[in-house]
């Protein structure tokens, strides 16, 4: 058994964890190994350090036989992206400028994981500042789908959507500002929740403070392969911690909301690929049949705020990523950002001020369309997952998948949540649905994501392929 506990659900860990039934060592000693069987073959994690995991482990069990809660995640082994500090690692973020960013602290989400009682196993890539859906860079490689080396394992959080499907910890820490948590979820084929804006605190010390856009729009989340393990870390990972400004100290739990769901097959009318298509329409049966009422429905427009989305993050002529890019000059990051030139106009400073005020009258419509239909059903991306390196394929490709991602790229805008759940496998590759709710309503996400994944979901964890 104690071979095999790095297959275990952070539910179950956290469950034999606290009755010591298992100890935190056994489960560390177990995914430590999972890690040095099949890291090799993804590259999903970057950096760890067994002694350092080891020594978690023993805190836990120490804690554990003095009688104390050790936490919501007792023992359960948690993998943390790149981008975010934790004490005494690098905090790359796919970046050779940042190779000696030491972090002196911890970022307040990796700080509610260890306060929960996991075991931060490892650092997980990413591509070059986060940019893409697809995750390479020149500080650490190449990040592979376990599911198929050939197509794209995600991005941003590509590595930690990977080592969760791998078994390389059951509970992945990603970000997103433009799917990166969504997306390579559903690459991966496992969940992962984009949270509401303000519901996780983050934050770096050990960087600058972020432009604008990019504080209105970047979370934290967790990916997973339970739903169940899902809302298990957002409890964690929610904590109250006065560093993030934009914090809300808002109760995990609503009140009760009717079991109504909109279904928006081709949000704006972007083309949906009949797989994708196929998804859908099960899910929304899966809902029907857990009791849910479904009816596909016009939905406010995504591509409005998907436009300002970009203008506020990659257009803002005030957050220096353009000389940070040159700096680095990673081939990928560049290749992209020149796809990206002209798609839309860098904006002054009155066309910031436009943008940002803009962005008030989609919330508004969106939060007046969820009164009524609480839970919207939509797609993740319009395509299957991408063959790996897509995006450098020039301007129409590029073109192309920006299309087909406009559900992952104007949800930030609006700061709604959004869950991504694995329903199946079309051949060997990964295929999920969307699952959009009201501000501060995950729980309502998880609620009809629960009554999705019921119906079936991907196999996982997996050995590489």
């Keep these: 058994m104690a071979g095999q506990l790095w297959r275990l659900s952070a539910s179950e860990t956290a469950w034999l964890v606290k009755r010591k039934r298992i100890s935190a060592t056994d489960v560390a000693r177990s995914v430590l190994q999972r890690l040095e069987q099949v890291n090799p073959a993804i590259n999903a994690i970057v950096e760890h350090r067994?002694?350092?995991?080891?020594?978690?482990?023993?805190?836990?069990?120490?804690?554990?036989?003095?009688?104390e809660d050790p936490g919501v995640l007792a023992g359960v082994p948690v993998t943390t992206k790149v981008i975010a500090d934790q004490q005494g690692y690098a905090t790359t973020n796919g970046l050779r400028l940042q190779k000696d960013l030491v972090a002196t602290t911890d970022n307040p989400v990796v700080a509610n994981l260890r306060k929960a009682g996991a075991i931060l196993v490892g650092r997980t890539n990413t591509p070059a500042f986060s940019l893409?859906?697809?995750?390479?860079?020149?500080?650490?490689?190449?990040?592979?789908?376990?599911?198929n080396r050939a197509l794209t394992p995600g991005g941003s959080?590509?590595?930690?959507?990977?080592?969760?499907?791998?078994?390389?910890?059951?509970?992945?820490?990603?970000?997103?500002?433009?799917?990166?948590?969504?997306?390579?979820?559903?690459?991966?084929?496992?969940?992962?929740?984009?949270?509401?804006?303000?519901?996780?605190?983050?934050?770096?010390?050990?960087?600058?403070?972020?432009?604008?856009?990019?504080?209105?729009m970047a979370v934290a989340g967790p990916i997973a392969r339970t739903i169940e393990d899902v809302r298990l870390s957002l409890v964690a990972m929610s904590a109250p911690d006065p560093r993030d400004v934009w914090h809300v100290p808002v109760p995990l739990h609503g009140p009760p909301a009717p079991k109504r769901v909109a279904l928006c097959v081709r949000p704006d009318g972007m083309v949906v690929v009949p797989e994708v298509e196929a998804a859908l329409r099960d899910a929304a049966q899966r809902l029907e049949c857990a009791g849910w009422v479904v009816e596909e429905v016009p939905i406010p427009s995504l591509r409005e705020a998907a436009q300002l989305q970009a203008m506020l993050w990659i257009g803002d002529p005030y957050g220096s990523f353009a000389e940070a890019a040159r700096r680095e000059n990673d081939p990928a990051a560049n290749a992209v950002l020149a796809a990206m030139d002209g798609l839309w106009p860098v904006p002054d400073l009155r066309g910031f001020a436009t943008g940002l005020a803009k962005r008030a009258t989609l919330l508004r419509e969106w939060s007046l369309f969820l009164e009524n239909w609480p839970v919207v059903l939509m797609p993740v991306c319009g395509e299957l997952p991408f063959?790996?390196?897509?995006?450098?394929?020039?301007?129409?490709?590029?073109?192309?998948?920006?299309e087909a991602q406009l559900p992952q790229v104007g949800l930030p805008l609006l700061g709604l949540p959004g869950l991504t759940v694995a329903?199946?496998?079309?051949?060997?590759?990964?295929?999920?649905?969307?699952?959009?709710?009201?501000?501060?309503?995950?729980d309502l996400c998880l609620g009809a994501g629960e009554a999705i994944e019921a119906g079936g979901t991907p196999p996982s964890p997996i050995d590489p392929r």
Aim: proline residues 5%; neutral net charge.
């Design 423 to 442: 329903t199946g496998m079309v051949g060997d590759a990964p295929v999920g649905v969307q699952v959009v709710a009201g501000r501060y309503r995950e």
């Design 50 to 67: 067994p002694d350092d995991v080891l020594a978690q482990a023993a805190r836990i069990d120490a804690r554990i036989a003095q009688g």
């Design 387 to 402: 063959v790996a390196g897509e995006d450098q394929k020039g301007t129409e490709v590029f073109k192309r998948i920006l």
């Design 157 to 216: 959080s590509g590595g930690a959507a990977a080592a969760v499907a791998a078994g390389i910890g059951a509970v992945g820490h990603g970000t997103d500002i433009g799917g990166s948590v969504r997306y390579p979820a559903y690459a991966c084929g496992v969940h992962g929740l984009r949270p509401t804006l303000g519901r996780i605190p983050s934050h770096n010390e050990s960087g600058a403070e972020r432009a604008i856009g990019a504080q209105l």
């Design 132 to 147: 893409r859906w697809f995750t390479d860079n020149q500080l650490h490689g190449t990040t592979y789908n376990p599911h």
